[in-house]
């Protein structure tokens, strides 16, 4: 028999009608409650018994200032510091739930709350603190028996500290932020944290938030009715919409400009936002998960990131490491890189000399798992023997393909990656009016590398 142990909350707030609804929607969803009308209250209950958790108002009669609120927090916190305390604020006063969280609070919701949202934050902060008092052990072995982290590799201790943070917290409802420089894997820990949780049912939708115009940002996101404005010629669906019941994954946050930054922090407070053009509200159940590679502290204190915004995002930070502080990882993920390679593209099994292995070791790696990624993956197509030596890669490394600006590329979605290199090879033959072994060179390739892609896209040799 399952036995659940009632959870004990308790309920601060001076207004009686706020402090009836809260206990009754609250002994509805299974809690045991008690309702405390003053500071002094509050306390003498926090002394006499023990609590799961607390839900405090942040503004007493006499003042409006948060002052009480803040003091009563101290209070609380001095006498039980492991006691999750989640803030009510109104919406005017973010600013006092921000200092509040500063001084140890858990999370803070709005008033007017939506119900269910004010369940799944408590759901969400009573199992973070739960968790928090188990130890953090966990060989890779052991996680992938618990969790689904199919195609991510990495077992030093580093990274296995971050997959059992994602393990810990998937199936909450806690804002993730994601940090770590470019190429360190954020985008396959925010699908891993999606895929893990009760939401995997449900649309994860991506959005490369540096990637959207500034002046588009809510038509993307909300959505707008045909005719909102003079190029909505026809109905969109927004992000938030799109991620209902699922999980929203918002790229490169650090690049979203001040005026948009409020607009998201208007919809992850009420969950709920307009679409453009129409009058109607829309409600939204979504998981956000966050991701960027800038400093975003930093950015707070050049007052280019709002305070309130970030600690709305950031319930949970994962810091993803930089591959030169996970080396161990190195032989593993090439070698994975390299069977990946060798099945797309049908060649004969590769490997890497340990020789080599330890050469990959001490490269620094400024891009991370991505350039190391593109480095094997260019060097098992390049060579034509089966054993990857330090000279295979070396040939390879400084071929690194930068960037070319001056040429103009067709805009994303106009056409795929393979669509892209079928017609950069076909240029290419047309060119070199088919001589092989000149349009090999002109785009990079070996022979035979030309040859598995003109037999993998069906171009005809003459
Ligand atoms: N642990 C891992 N196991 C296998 N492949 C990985 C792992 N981490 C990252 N990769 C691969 O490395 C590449 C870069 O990862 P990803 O796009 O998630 O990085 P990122 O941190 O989001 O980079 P950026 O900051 O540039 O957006 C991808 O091709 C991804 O599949
Ligand atoms: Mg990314």
Known sequence: MIVKMMKK?????????????????????????????????????????KWDIILQDMNFSSKTSGDEGLELLNNIKAIDPSIPVILITAWGSISLAVKGMKLGAADFIN????????????????????????????????????????GIIGESLAFEKVLHTVGKIAHTNASVLITGESGTG?????DAIHCNSSRNRNAFVKVNLGGIPSNLFESEMFGHRKGAFTDAKSDRTGRFELAHRGTIFLDEIGDLTIGNQIKLLRVLQERSFEVLGSSKTLSVDFRLISATNKDLKKLVEARDFREDLFYRINLITIELPPLRERKEDIPL???????????????????????????????????????????????????????????????????????????KLPPVGVMTLDQLEVTMIRNALEHHDHNLSQVAKSLGLSRSALYRRMDKYGIDYK
Request: aromatic share 8%.
């Open 111 to 150: 008033k007017p709350w939506q119900n269910d949202h004010l369940l799944q934050t408590l759901e969400t902060v009573l199992s973070l603190s739960h968790q928090s008092a188990e130890a953090a052990t966990g060989s890779r072995a052991k996680l992938n028996k618990l969790y689904n982290f199919q």
């Open 186 to 190: 954020k985008e396959v820990i925010a």
């Open 333 to 407: 993920l090439a070698k994975h890189f390299v069977d990946q390679v060798a099945a797309e593209y049908h060649l004969e099994e590769l490997a890497i000399s340990k020789t080599a292995q330890k050469w990959l070791t001490e490269r620094p790696w400024p891009g991370n798992i991505r350039e190391l990624k593109n480095l094997v993956e260019r060097t098992a197509l390049m060579i034509n023997h089966p054993f990857m030596e330090i000279e295979d890669f070396e040939a390879n490394f400084e071929h690194a393909p930068r960037l070319v600006k001056d040429y």
């Open 9 to 49: 909350i308790l309920i601060i707030d001076d207004d009686i009608a706020v402090l009836t609804s809260l206990e009754l929607l609250l002994k509805n969803n299974g809690f045991f409650t008690l309702g405390a009308s003053s500071p002094e209250t509050a306390l003498k209950l926090l002394r006499q018994d």
